[in-house]
T-cell receptor
Framework: DTGVSQNPRHKITKRGQNVTFRCDPISEHNRLYWYRQTLGQGPEFLTYFQNEAQLEKSRLLSDRFSAERPKGSFSTLEIQRTEQGDSAMYLC???????????FGSGTRLTVV | DQQVKQNSPSLSVQEGRISILNCDYTNSMFDYFLWYKKYPAEGPTFLISISSIKDKNEDGRFTVFLNKSAKHLSLHIVPSQPGDSAVYFCAEYQGGSEKLVFGKGTKLTVNP
């Protein structure tokens, strides 16, 4: 499978716990993006990497959120001290720098109880 | 303030008829728009796009129209099929940051 892979697909956690999600992009794509989608809304941009460099972060990405992309391959998104408002679908996308190749993964659904 | 607006949360059409999904935008700085289709529990899938140098782009049953003076675009699906039932998102590509700005989506239901 050469698509964008996200793990886990679902995560239920208690408020205050830390969670980490992983995204494996399409191998030849050097751009990687994280989005968040809540109920009734479209996906909202969180952050963007070009290779290992994090080039932009949304104001939605509070201090409790951190994303990394070591060696420009897979990426992780960590949320510390989760809150109920963090419950959402977290989507990863990758692209080769050309718009037509902007491909999304199936997402990780986070539920904070 | 929302930059990309899809004012119809849902649309229901009969199989074989035309589906028209609408989208309005506020920012004229960027010149590339996309439509994505999303099934439950899956990520958005690219459907069709249009650049501001065009006013129409077709791909099979899907056609996107862009009216720059009205800051409005629409997606036409004809003929509609039950498998087209999904949520459709309009998105604006903001080239500087390479991010997509999405509308809230329109849920299309095509009835057999």
């Amino acid at each position: 499978d050469t698509g964008v892979s996200q793990n886990p697909r679902h995560k239920i956690t208690k408020r205050g716990q830390n969670v980490t999600f992983r995204c494996d992009p399409i191998s030849e794509h050097n751009r990687l993006y994280w989005y968040r989608q809540t109920l009734g809304q479209g996906p909202e941009f969180l952050t963007y990497f070009q290779n290992e460099a994090q080039l932009e972060k949304s104001r939605l990405l509070s201090d409790r959120f951190s994303a990394e992309r070591p060696k420009g391959s897979f990426s992780t998104l960590e949320i510390q001290r989760t809150e109920q408002g963090d419950s959402a679908m977290y989507l990863c996308a990758s692209s080769p720098g050309q718009l037509y190749g902007y491909t999304f993964g199936s997402g990780t659904r986070l539920t904070v109880v | 303030d929302q930059q990309v607006k899809q004012n119809s949360p849902s649309l229901s059409v009969q199989e074989g008829r035309i589906s028209i999904l609408n989208c309005d935008y506020t920012n004229s700085m960027f010149d590339y728009f996309l439509w994505y289709k999303k099934y439950p529990a899956e990520g958005p899938t690219f459907l069709i796009s249009i650049s501001s140098i065009k006013d129409k782009n077709e791909d099979g049953r899907f056609t996107v129209f862009l009216n720059k003076s009205a800051k409005h675009l629409s997606l036409h699906i004809v003929p509609s099929q039950p498998g087209d039932s999904a949520v459709y998102f309009c998105a604006e590509y903001q080239g500087g940051s390479e991010k997509l700005v999405f509308g809230k989506g329109t849920k299309l239901t095509v009835n057999p």
